[in-house]
């Protein structure tokens, strides 16, 4: 370990440092999702008659209009649903796809089209069938979470039911109901907990995450799937705990249990526990007395993560520091000065313990 004397003492020096006269920065950055498919557009008509719509929809399928002509169709809303359905009883494909964008852009106004929309979705596959799913869960809620759960559990095409559990969970973020909300997580919960697919249940549980704190009553559900065999599950799993943040704090044991795999099993448990914040930290901090190198260095490093959130457990950061120095372990030690460096004066009980190493070290 004298080779990495220098090296540790300036580690050291900076870390006494930090504890003394600065106070780090804390928190995670907000964690970015795909933009939407909303966007803004400058209507180049504000006539609503039928003649100007049906003049309007002509424009449809051409790339150097088409931003015109959805603007003057989300301008017009209603008024411009009938003629939209009518174009849907083609054989273009693109002509398809085109009118089902105008009406998820006219969005709740459109609602009139559901039940047309369901009727074609039953009828169709492939790529357009989760066109007309996608489509009616952005222009409706209460009426259209039953048809997609029959979707979810029924429809014979799996990409068809991947669709159905993301679009209820983009139903279940933006719900200005709870009631409609929980009934979206109830549905996605018994997914995760019983559908025959995998990828089905993977999609439910990551819609679960993207619903956030408001799918907090599935914690417990998402806490046993955490120890489910299979990778996919079980990072999608994590991912939904750290989007529902500090209330799945009772997932922390087996989010725990789950250290020192280096994240090749179980993707997200590092950020899970992290976003978990305070009530995780007594673990973390029991983690670091554990036997397992690869298990203290992940607790570590998450207890670095959370910065002054960690302060609970810098008497256990003390004790592994005077473990590390006995057992030689340079890397361990560095990764524990970084840490009581990174939690700032709430770690300045560190401090006489990091003078006695500083000047061993010289």
Do not use: W
């Not at 989300?74 to 002509?95: H, N, Y």
């Amino acid at each position: 370990m004298s080779g990495n004397c220098i090296d540790i003492s300036q580690k050291i020096a900076a870390a006494i440092f930090i504890l003394l006269f600065t106070i780090p920065q804390t928190g995670l950055a907000n964690p970015q999702y795909p933009p939407s498919e909303t966007r803004s557009y400058v209507p180049f008509s504000t006539n609503c008659s039928d003649e100007e719509i049906n003049r309007i929809v002509g424009y449809l399928n051409d790339a150097a209009q088409i931003d015109f002509v959805l603007s003057s169709l989300i301008a017009c809303g209603t008024e411009a649903v009938d003629t939209l359905l009518k174009l849907l009883d083609t054989d273009s494909t693109d002509m398809q796809f085109n009118v089902l964008r105008a009406l998820r852009l006219i969005g709740s106004e459109a609602r009139v089209a559901i039940p047309v929309l369901e009727r074609m979705f039953h009828n169709s596959d492939g790529d357009i069938s989760q066109k007309f799913l996608f489509t009616i869960a952005a222009i409706g809620q209460q009426e259209v979470v039953d048809i997609l759960e029959e979707a979810l559990n029924q429809h014979p095409d799996l990409e068809v039911r991947e669709r159905a559990a993301s679009s209820l969970g983009d139903i279940g973020e933006s719900a200005q109901s709870i009631i409609i909300q929980q009934e979206v997580v109830d549905i996605l919960e018994e997914a995760l907990n019983q559908h025959p697919n995998l990828e089905v249940r993977e999609r439910a549980a990551s819609s679960l995450g993207d619903i956030g704190e408001g799918a907090q009553s599935a914690v417990p559900t998402l806490k046993r799937a955490l120890l489910h065999d299979h990778p996919k599950i079980c990072g999608a799993v994590a991912y939904a705990l750290a989007n529902i943040g500090p209330s799945a704090a009772e997932a922390t044991p087996n989010l725990i249990s789950l250290l020192g795999q280096n994240g090749s099993f179980c993707p997200n448990v590092a950020s899970a526990l992290i976003e978990i914040g305070q009530e995780a930290v007594p673990d973390l901090s029991n983690a670091l007395k554990s036997s397992s190198p690869s298990v203290r260095r992940d607790a570590i490093y998450i207890l670095n993560s959370m910065a002054s959130e960690a302060e609970a457990a810098v008497p256990n950061l003390i004790n592994a520091l005077e473990t590390s120095l006995e057992l030689e372990t340079s890397l361990e030690l560095e990764a524990i000065i970084r840490t009581l460096g990174a939690i700032g004066p709430g770690a300045e009980l560190a401090i006489p313990e990091l003078v006695l190493i500083l000047q061993n070290a010289d």
